[in-house]
């Protein structure tokens, strides 16, 4: 699958350096895969009429107007397209040259495109529902794909995402609902998601457990305190334990009035900005401050940062309970954030999902951030679908944003590398 | 993500001394490698050992009684016993009626005492006669049904349990149990309830095709992680959300898994040629499941500890690059280990169908045993027969918690605290001999400790 060609570049100074070349076939067939798939849809299973797509609500000050796109000619002009694609990116790998970002994103792009169109033949699209839902699902993935980032690039693996989450929304239901005060309910979330994180950060560094024995047991334990509380104490006492109240959406003056982009970005809960906020941070103190240089440090080579005076296990400590705080906030979706009661295991997998985006996003906050958008279109792409009558069976659109994330991580992603001591206790000699 | 069963810590050094020793040392391999390896390494150089020459040995109660505090069965029974404590103040502090005496404590303290020893009381001999022996029967055959329920319960999470333990062991984490047991259940059932064969024949086709089920979707992910390095752990998760939607749909398209003439997602009850027989006579649950996850329990030891398809397993588990080096084919292994894995899990899935649930499935058919299961193979510390031990113990929690909570009104979820708490405590045996004061194995007895000074300081 991957072949290596050598190439000598002749620098003007006329030294003369060997470089490496690495390409790979991944790319190529996961494009040719999609694209017979397009050529499928549209050789057996035409669809004709217009697709509408709409990109304000009657309510919104600026319109724009909505875009008609005949289903059956643009699935086939985007057909033709995609093998235009995936032959130009055979020509490039034959070349041994690789395939380039831009030419995997806009194949992206055009597929969903083709897909949407296709699937919304006859009927109108509401785009702003669809993204502005996306972006409220992927919150929760957003915050535990910050704080797998964080603990990972720290050095130590963090499994108990999905406890984490639960715990945070468990906390912020219980003590929102008490207090009547949403933002209590969020620093207790807070507190809760540290919490979980200080036992796993406890487990792993002092007792050197494995972490992800301690993850995946940390989960189960979450998930029975949580579910027996709620059975034993929340249940009988509804009323007063477990009736949160919510955040209220948010407008931001100015630019919630911008076409489009204000709808789905700043017209959200608190929680949302705050998300905006966090993947700022995280991506700013990774890479450029002080802070970022010693997380990084220990978790790449902690003999190194011990060596220059940075004490290796308080840094995962404290780093790995912050990153449970942050994934407790992002806990809070479930309950404070939409307004609903806590339930039994209500978090579904979101931790999971989240780990998932983590090495998706390659240890990087930005594109973990995105790889999290991703999962939360496709399973908002779903709910939308459903109401305007999908053409496809439910069960196959829940399934897609998975069936992408296997293709994406076996074809376009790879072998993703970790940070150098990730899950590695340091022992100090 | 680290390969979870990677040798960490101290173990290197504890390898050094003889890699042969160390791959037979069957805790070696185990994701509690750590523990593990420092133990081994305490009885190599303990009391006694060669490393303290000056040192007048210990007498043999001294030494008795330290292998006796500081062994792995006293900590595996505390971290039980500290569990069940947990579990106990759990339950108290949630019983109604201590909350209610509770009020007046200072006034009549024996009313809150004995309302807290009645409801953990009451709660606990629930949970054994759930699941061991009911005293309160009167013959012995109706008594004893609640030990039979419990192995019934246990035989899924043994079967799963091999398959979680036999990844970690090759250096890979299956997550994706549920999905495997999803699609195992589904080939089982639909050979099952769809096909009509003798008695015996049946049965044997519809397991065989249910562990090709299980092995081929667990697969999936062992040849992306060999072909295209795809991480496991993302690809078993994302095939568990594909298995359960894939088979959600089957189950409600007619002429596929759905019964005829419903219009429930649910499929019809197994042929009677299929389903496994009860070992007991038909009073009990117990059936032909529990012997086969007993045959694949030492199956899978014999795979791990006598084969040179195990001594290949092991060795990429401890250290891919040096088992590439050795002329390993690591890629390979990583199916066939995935392979085995899916199979076993797929076990699980089949024990489910024609077993425990013959009257027909739906999609809540692996009832989280694929989760369970990563559970039990940590609890057993990646062992054959210690997954088959702590699949047992948690099908007594399990089985347990049911009659407590119909019997004592407890949630069921205490037990999940319970089982996580347990495997937390025995992966952790420091904080445990902290609790209990116990005598730390690696600190040397006090006249041998002068001695290994010594011989540091010459080295």
Redesign the interface.
């Known amino acids: 699958?991957t072949r290596t060609a050598e190439h000598h570049d002749v620098s003007p100074q006329a030294v003369t350096l060997d470089t490496t070349v690495v390409t790979s076939w991944?790319a190529p067939i996961a494009f040719a895969i999609f694209t017979v798939v397009a050529l499928a849809l549209a050789v057996f299973a035409p669809r004709s009429g217009d697709t509408t797509y709409r990109w304000s609500r009657e309510t919104d000050a600026i319109q724009v107007p909505d875009l008609v796109v005949p289903a059956e000619q643009a699935l086939w002009a985007v057909v033709a397209l995609l093998a235009v694609a995936t032959v130009y990116s055979v020509l490039l790998v034959r070349s041994k040259r690789r395939v380039p970002l831009w030419l995997i994103v806009v194949f992206a792009i055009l597929f969903m495109f083709g897909f949407l169109t296709w699937a919304g033949a006859g009927s109108s699209l509401p785009m702003i529902g669809l993204l502005f839902g996306s972006l409220s699902l992927a919150v929760p993935l957003i915050f535990g794909s910050l704080a797998g980032v964080i603990g990972?690039r720290a050095g130590v693996?963090n499994i108990a995402i999905e406890g984490q989450l639960l715990a945070g929304a468990f906390t912020a239901a219980v003590v929102a609902s008490v207090t009547g005060q949403p933002w209590l309910g969020l620093v207790a979330a807070m507190v809760a998601g540290m919490l979980v994180g200080m036992v796993l950060a406890a487990?792993a560094i002092?007792?050197?457990?494995?972490q992800?024995?301690?993850g995946?047991?940390?989960n189960?334990?979450v998930?029975?305190?949580t579910?027996?509380?709620f059975?034993?104490?929340l249940a009988p006492n509804a009323a007063t334990l477990n009736t949160p109240p919510r955040f209220d959406r948010l407008p931001i003056p100015l630019l919630s009035d911008i076409p489009i982009i204000g709808p789905v970005f700043f017209r959200q809960t608190v929680i949302v900005y705050l998300m905006y906020i966090a993947v700022a941070l995280v991506f700013f103190g990774l890479f450029y401050t002080r802070w970022g240089l010693r997380v990084r440090a220990v978790g790449e080579h902690p003999q190194a940062a011990d060596t220059v005076g940075i004490n290796v296990n308080r840094t995962r400590f404290w780093n790995v309970a912050l990153a449970g705080a942050i994934a407790g906030l992002g806990g809070t979706f479930f309950t404070i954030g939409s307004g609903i009661a806590f339930n039994?295991e209500m978090t579904a997998?979101a931790g999971?999902?989240a780990?998932?985006a983590v090495?998706?996003g390659q240890w990087d906050p930005i594109k973990a951030t995105l790889a999290a958008l991703l999962f939360g279109f496709a399973s908002n792409l779903q709910n939308t679908l459903s109401v305007i009558g999908s053409p496809v069976?439910s069960?196959?659109m829940?399934?897609l944003p998975?069936?992408v994330?296997?293709f994406a991580?076996?074809?376009l992603?790879?072998?993703?590398r970790?940070p150098a001591a990730?899950?590695?206790?340091y022992?100090k000699s | 993500?680290?390969?979870?069963t990677?040798p960490?810590?101290?173990a290197p050094r504890a390898h050094d001394l003889d890699p042969d020793v160390a791959l037979e040392e069957p805790g070696a391999a185990s994701?509690?490698?750590?523990?593990a390896t420092v133990d081994a390494r305490a009885t190599a150089t303990g009391p006694g050992g060669p490393t303290e020459p000056d040192a007048p040995p210990p007498s043999r109660w001294h030494t008795m009684l330290r292998q006796i505090a500081t062994g792995n069965a006293l900590i595996s029974v505390l971290s039980v016993i500290l569990a069940l404590i947990v579990g106990a103040i759990?339950i108290a502090f949630?019983d109604e009626r201590v909350q209610e005496t509770s009020a007046y404590f200072f006034a009549r303290p024996s009313d809150m005492l004995g309302a807290i020893w009645d409801s953990v009381s009451g709660a606990y001999a629930a949970l054994f006669q759930g699941s061991i022996y009911n005293f309160r029967r009167d013959t012995f055959l109706a008594g004893i049904r609640p030990l039979t329920e419990t192995l019934t319960f246990a035989t899924p999470l043994i079967a799963g349990g091999l398959g979680v333990a036999l990844a970690f062991r090759v250096g890979m984490?299956n997550?994706g149990g549920r999905g495997q047991m999803l699609i195992a259940a589904s080939v089982a059932g639909w050979i099952g309830f769809g096909f009509d064969l003798p008695w015996g024949l049946h049965m044997l086709v519809a397991l065989i095709g249910g562990m090709v089920g299980g092995a081929i979707w667990a697969g999936i992910a062992g040849v992306?992680k060999a072909?295209?390095?795809?991480?496991e752990?993302?690809?078993t998760?994302?095939?568990n959300?594909?298995a359960f939607?894939?088979v959600?749909?089957m189950l409600r398209?007619p002429g596929l898994l759905q019964a005829p003439g419903s219009s429930n997602p649910k499929t019809p009850g197994m042929k009677d040629t299929a389903i496994f027989p009860a070992l007991l006579g038909p009073q009990f649950n117990l059936h032909l499941g529990f012997l086969l996850a007993l045959a694949a329990t030492f199956l899978v030891w014999w795979i791990l500890n006598r084969s040179s398809l195990g001594f290949k397993f092991r060795a990429v588990g401890i250290n891919p690059n040096a088992a590439r080096v050795a002329g390993i084919n690591v890629k390979s292994m990583y199916v066939y280990a995935m392979l085995i894995s899916g199979a076993l899990l797929g076990l699980a899935g089949v024990n489910q169908v024609l077993g425990t649930v013959t009257t027909g499935f739906t999609a809540g058919i692996d009832a989280g045993i694929g989760?369970d299961a990563?559970?039990v193979a940590?609890l057993g510390r990646s062992t054959p027969w210690g997954t088959f031990a702590a699949g047992i113990l948690f099908g007594a929690f399990k089985a347990g918690g049911f009659s407590m909570q119909a019997a004592e009104g407890?949630?069921i979820?205490?037990?999940?605290?319970?089982?996580?708490?347990i495997?937390?405590f025995i992966?952790?045996p420091?904080?445990v001999r902290t609790i209990f004061r116990l005598p730390d194995p690696n600190a040397k007895p006090k006249r041998a400790r002068k001695a290994a000074k010594k011989e540091v300081a010459a080295k």
């Open positions: 699958m991944k990972e693996v487990f002092k007792y050197f457990v494995d992800i024995i301690v995946v047991v940390l189960v334990l998930t029975g305190l579910s027996f509380f059975s034993q104490v039994k997998g999971f999902i780990l998932a090495i998706f069976p069960e196959f829940l399934m998975y069936v994330t296997i991580v076996a074809g992603v790879g072998r993703s970790p990730d899950g590695k206790p022992i | 993500m680290s390969d979870p990677e960490r810590g101290e994701p509690a490698t750590g523990t759990m949630t984490f997550i992306l072909r295209t390095g795809a991480h752990v993302i690809v998760i994302m095939l959300y594909v939607y894939l959600s749909w398209t989760f990563i559970t940590l407890v949630p979820e205490i037990v999940l605290v319970v089982q996580s708490l495997v937390l992966a952790a420091p904080l």
